[in-house]
């Protein structure tokens, strides 16, 4: 198959599932190796973005590729939307947020062990949201649940992948700040906004429980 026929493949798979499609999955759906989907995958976001005349841009996640909005457009599309979904975190379900993005799987019990308080408001709240999710159980008396984050967290927080995340020295300082859109992120205004940010707070553990 020719390279643009490739192409329009990919943007058909991308519009109509719209959501995260994984790499692997447009590899078998072309029956293409995936050294090939990669290359042509990058073509096609250098494409898009550079594209003037094009609303949308591919974005990544991890190894899932998915159309979005540009960000610059973002606000026609609030004036057509019909509402807007505003989320606001509190200070402790960033602090957990934070707890599980950088010491992932995670228990609830580690979490609280860290934070010296209970989670369990902030935790389901996380959950709710679609930023954390069940990863599995630890293979521990009681098997707890292991919680870690989601594609939608990599999506409000404009990050491609958990490697994205600032290095620290101590994971536990860490808390991620953030009021977002879930209607935006999910059509990827956040990637590129430079006012959300994550960065270190060593009175992480002074913060309230206030969902």
Do not use: W
């Not at 989907?37 to 976001?45: D, F, G, L, S, V």
């Not at 960000?71 to 707890?99: D, F, M, P, Q």
């Amino acid at each position: 198959m020719e390279e643009e026929k490739v192409k329009a493949v990919i943007e058909s798979i991308l519009f109509a599932m719209g959501e995260s499609v994984p790499i692997d999955r447009i590899c078998e759906a072309l029956e293409i190796d995936r050294k090939n989907a990669e290359i042509i995958m990058e073509k096609m976001q250098s494409e898009y973005e550079n594209d003037q005349s094009r609303g949308i841009k591919i974005l990544r996640l991890e190894d899932s590729f998915q159309l979005c909005t540009k960000t610059e457009y973002y606000g026609y599309i609030r004036t057509v939307a019909e509402k807007k979904s505003k989320v606001s975190l509190s200070n402790a379900a960033l602090e957990v947020l934070s707890i599980v993005a950088y010491n992932q799987p995670v228990t609830r019990s580690s979490i609280e062990f860290i934070r010296g308080v209970n989670s369990d408001g902030s935790l389901s709240k996380l959950v709710e949201l679609g930023l954390v999710e069940e990863k599995g159980r630890l293979d521990a008396p009681g098997r707890p649940i292991l919680f870690g984050t989601t594609e939608e967290f990599l999506r409000c927080f404009g990050l491609t992948s958990l490697s994205s995340l600032p290095a620290v020295d101590n994971p536990n300082d860490i808390i991620i700040q953030q009021e977002f859109d879930i209607d935006s992120a999910q059509n990827g205004e956040n990637a590129e906004n430079t006012a959300q940010e994550i960065h270190t707070d060593a009175d992480a553990g002074n913060a309230e429980q206030n969902i």
